[in-house]
């Protein structure tokens, strides 16, 4: 089966520094990997997605991830964070003959000003 | 191009009455996927659906819920004789055809049931 995991509840960093956001993957296969974020009592926003070639995906937002196929991960990053990043975050594989997504369990993400 | 529309974006029921949530597609777009969002959890997959067909209904609870995604009109997640368990945050997402598995969905804002 594929699933994600995000060994990380939540992840809290002063505004400014960089941030990292934490995923791991177990796929069968070529895996296709997104991350989705989402604001407070809103839907998901898509951010980026792998699904071949350059293991440095550049997403919206300023948002990027590296896959790195040794260590199984997916770990989203910004070099610089904001105050209005602060979101829950989440990573999450297609899964199923109905390619729905199987979700992580999300990451809270708090940046302080 | 308007989003995926979720209606209502808050729906308060009764133990014991229904509740009916509605999934308004992207233009173009003839997949939908219902997910329920339990407080402090993730998104869980409950059903797959194409204009009239039920594609895979895995994650949907055997009783009580329906589905159903007519050749006009939203889609729509029907729950009977709501309890508190069904408390959740509703979304749908929705998708073209013929896309493959690399493919995002677009995800609406989903509505959030309380029961009382």
């Known amino acids: 089966a594929q699933s994600v995991a995000q060994p990380e509840d939540q992840v809290n960093v002063a505004e400014g520094n960089p941030l990292t956001v934490k995923c791991t993957y177990s796929?069968?296969?070529?895996?296709?990997l997104f991350w989705y974020v989402q604001y407070p009592n809103r839907g998901l926003q898509f951010l980026l997605k792998?699904?071949?070639?350059?293991?440095l995906v550049k997403g919206s937002y300023g948002f990027e991830a590296e896959f790195n196929k040794s260590q199984t991960s997916f770990h989203l990053k910004k070099p610089s964070a904001l105050v209005s990043d602060s979101a829950l975050y989440f990573c999450?594989?297609?899964?199923?003959?109905?390619?729905?997504?199987?979700f992580g369990s999300g990451t809270q993400l708090t940046v302080l000003p | 191009n308007a989003g995926v529309m979720q209606n209502p974006r808050h729906l308060v029921r009764r133990r014991g009455q229904e509740a009916r949530l509605r999934c308004s597609p992207m233009?173009?777009?003839?997949?939908v996927y219902w997910y329920r969002q339990l407080p402090e959890e993730g998104l869980k997959f409950m059903v797959y659906?194409?204009?009239?067909?039920?594609?895979?209904e895995s994650g949907m609870p055997k009783e009580r819920f329906s589905a159903e995604f007519p050749k006009e009109g939203p889609s729509i997640l029907r729950i009977q004789q709501v309890v508190r368990g069904d408390s959740a945050a509703y979304f749908c997402?929705?998708?073209?055809?013929?896309?493959?598995?690399?493919?995002?969905?677009?995800f609406g804002q989903g509505t959030r049931l309380t029961v009382v």
């Open positions: 999450a594989v297609p899964s199923g003959s109905a390619r729905q997504l199987t």
């Open positions: 796929v069968s296969g070529n895996p296709y």
């Open positions: 792998y699904i071949t070639g350059d293991n």
């Open positions: 233009k173009g777009h003839s997949h």
């Open positions: 659906l194409q204009k009239e067909n039920i594609i895979d």
């Open positions: 997402a929705t998708a073209k055809p013929g896309q493959g598995r690399g493919t995002e969905a677009f």
